[in-house]
């Protein structure tokens, strides 16, 4: 069974940093892309961030480019996103999910992190 | 970028009733790239339909998915009790990878 868990939210102050993992089970990790998609309160989905399964590709929305970092250590299934210079914009439950192979759609998804980050 | 717009807002519907969700690219989605998911408060989204048609698996062939190019739909045929939850589509023909704002749909 297909299994993702993300740890590393919380409360944050504006400007600071936060890593979030999400530990993977159930599948061959590195045959898979991953992404990080993020839900605002109130608001609907946003993709994040993805890494290609071997962590030679990575690609970010133009939101987070140049603050957030996408990584896999695909010995230990977990992916990770580094989080940095957090705005209050950046509050979310930030969602990690796997990607169907050579696509872009998600067929698994986590359960969720929260991240609020105070001004 | 693909704007995706989602219509209407929100569908006040009845079990058993029909529900038709519209999502519309402001460009061609190549190759039908377009999926649909289904998401109720503090759970994880659910994929139902990807490549604009095809049913994922273990979702009941009450919900179906249809169009191309820019026009897609997804249709509930009977909603059932379960059904009422957040819809959004998403385009992943290009990136960054896009999702429409979402329909909900209450009773």
């Known amino acids: 069974e297909v299994q993702l868990s993300e740890s590393g939210g919380g409360l944050v102050q504006h400007g600071g940093s936060l890593r979030l993992s999400c530990a993977a089970s159930g599948f061959t990790f590195s045959r898979y892309a991953m992404s990080w998609v993020r839900q605002a309160p109130g608001k609907g989905l946003e993709w994040v961030s993805t890494i290609g399964g071997s962590g030679s590709t990575t690609s970010y929305a133009d939101s987070v480019k140049g603050r957030f970092t996408i990584s896999r250590d695909n010995s230990n299934n977990t992916l990770y996103l580094l989080m940095n210079s957090l705005r209050a914009e950046d509050t979310a439950v930030y969602y990690c999910?796997?990607?169907?192979?050579?696509?872009?759609?998600?067929?698994?998804w986590g359960q969720g992190t929260l991240v609020t980050v105070s001004s | 970028e693909t704007v995706l717009t989602q219509s209407p807002d929100t569908l006040s519907l009845s079990p058993g009733e029909r529900a038709t969700l519209s999502c519309r690219a402001s460009?061609?989605?190549?190759?039908?790239?377009l999926a649909w998911y289904q998401h109720k408060p503090g759970q994880a989204p659910r994929r139902l339909i990807y490549?604009?048609?095809s049913r994922a698996t273990g979702i009941p062939d009450r919900f179906s998915g249809s169009g191309s190019g820019t026009d897609f739909t997804l249709t509930i045929s009977r909603l059932e009790p379960e059904d009422f939850a957040v819809y959004y589509c998403?385009?992943?023909?290009?990136?960054?990878?896009?999702f429409g704002g979402g329909t909900k749909v209450e009773i």
């Open positions: 460009q061609t989605v190549s190759r039908s790239y």
């Open positions: 998403q385009q992943y023909a290009s990136t960054p990878l896009t």
């Open positions: 490549g604009a048609s």
């Open positions: 999910g796997r990607e169907r192979p050579n696509m872009g759609d998600i067929d698994y």
